[in-house]
């Protein structure tokens, strides 16, 4: 279990806002499991929220950052201007959920004993913040191509058809890999199948790695590398998604048929 959230200091050293998107897709994933760790205990103590409020904090004010990053990178564009709007709702949700933690932190202090799984608020308010995050980096990769902000990273290691599922799901927070009577298995929350040997080719190419050491009936998060970062946004933009289930963005909803009137 990761025990704080990603360190992205070279952030804006990156040079696409779609990277920067995907980095702060893994923040969300690292926070979401943090608030799942807290709520696999008994009781919260306040040591244990004093030390997560300040890194949902952070998380909060990492989003309006990067939603910074996008506007003053890009022409303001209805897709642009969409892309904003998102990240700053990711960014409120963000600062409810640490107001969640420090009532949660009041009412210990007063004391009263804090069920983890009032902890379950908090992380319901930015369960979709790396979703969303992947979706809008895909979305902006057209964009910056589009207004020619930057240019296709030559340099960026490839990825064929049968890995993008895979590094879509773990952009996502959505793949891991469990040992089972020594054998290991790999789960995708989206219930569409990945294959094992995909992800060791991608483990073997180190684009993707696993969160913590192999132990025996739990599962283990896979996150890109810094390597995995750039090729799967060297992807964005060039073809469509082709993971199952995945898309950037709803479906246009169907209209209505017109009401017959009832004589």
Avoid: W
């Avoid at 569409?192 to 696993?210: F, G």
């Amino acid at each position: 279990m990761t025990t704080a959230l990603s360190d992205h200091t070279q952030l804006f050293d990156l040079p696409t806002l779609p990277e920067q998107l995907i980095n702060l897709a893994d923040d969300f994933i690292v926070h979401g499991d943090l608030l799942k760790a807290l709520a696999a205990t008994d009781h919260l103590q306040g040591t244990t929220l004093r030390q997560q409020i300040p890194a949902t904090e952070a998380l909060a004010v990492l989003t309006l950052r990067v939603r910074e990053s996008v506007q003053s990178t890009l022409r303001s564009t209805p897709a642009v201007v969409d892309a904003s709007l998102r990240l700053r709702q990711t960014a409120y949700l963000t600062a409810g959920a640490c107001e969640e933690l420090r009532g949660l932190l009041i009412l210990n202090e007063d004391g009263h004993s804090i069920a983890a799984h009032q902890v379950g608020m908090a992380k319901d308010l930015t369960a979709l913040g790396a979703e969303s995050c992947v979706a809008l980096a895909e979305t902006l990769a057209v964009e910056t191509l589009r207004q020619r902000v930057a240019p296709t990273n030559e340099e960026a290691p490839r990825l064929s058809s049968a890995d993008l599922p895979a590094m879509h799901a773990v952009a996502r927070g959505k793949a891991h890999l469990t040992l089972m009577l020594g054998r290991q298995y790999i789960s995708n929350d989206d219930g569409a199948r990945l294959s094992i040997n995909t992800i060791r080719d991608l483990e073997s190419r180190a684009l993707i790695q696993r969160e913590d050491a192999e132990q025996e009936g739990k599962p283990q998060r896979l996150r890109l590398t810094a390597a995995g970062v750039r090729a799967l946004a060297n992807t964005f933009g060039q073809t469509p998604p082709t993971a199952p289930g995945h898309q950037s963005s709803p479906s246009p909803v169907p209209a209505p048929a017109p009401m017959k009137r009832l004589l």
